[in-house]
């Protein structure tokens, strides 16, 4: 069994930052692709970042320049550093990872959702 925790959201002000982690464990034998998805009330999931288990990353136009992900291999984390932050930031973040354990192949496990609130 796989499970993946967040941990790192909350309040911030405008223009703030926040660092979001995320850990996976278990019967882990290999991570491919890692991300991190967002939803804001009202509205659906979005893709925001992913990194690959080479470090190669991808963003969406709403959080290129702002955010950086980065990943530790042996540790089999994810980090999320959110800077600039502003109020449409505002969304549960969710962590996903592709991961191959030793019972079933490579499949999509994600995160219970963290709260970032971005007001003054």
């Known amino acids: 069994q796989v499970q993946l925790v967040e941990s790192g959201g909350g309040l911030v002000q405008p223009g703030g930052s926040l660092r979001l982690s995320c850990a996976a464990s278990?019967?882990?034998?290999?991570?491919?692709?890692m991300g991190w998805y967002r939803q804001a009330p009202g509205k659906q999931r979005e893709l925001i970042t992913t990194?690959?288990?080479?470090?190669?990353?991808n963003y969406a136009d709403s959080v290129k320049g702002r955010f950086t992900i980065s990943r530790d291999n042996a540790k089999n984390m994810v980090d999320l550093q959110m800077n600039d932050l502003k109020p449409e930031d505002t969304a549960v973040y969710y962590c996903?990872?592709?991961?191959?354990?030793?019972?079933?192949?490579?499949?999509?496990?994600w995160g219970q959702g963290t709260q970032v609130t971005v007001s003054s």
């Open positions: 996903n990872a592709v991961i191959l354990t030793r019972s079933s192949n490579f499949r999509n496990y």
């Open positions: 990194i690959t288990s080479g470090g190669s990353t």
């Open positions: 278990g019967s882990i034998l290999s991570i491919n692709v």
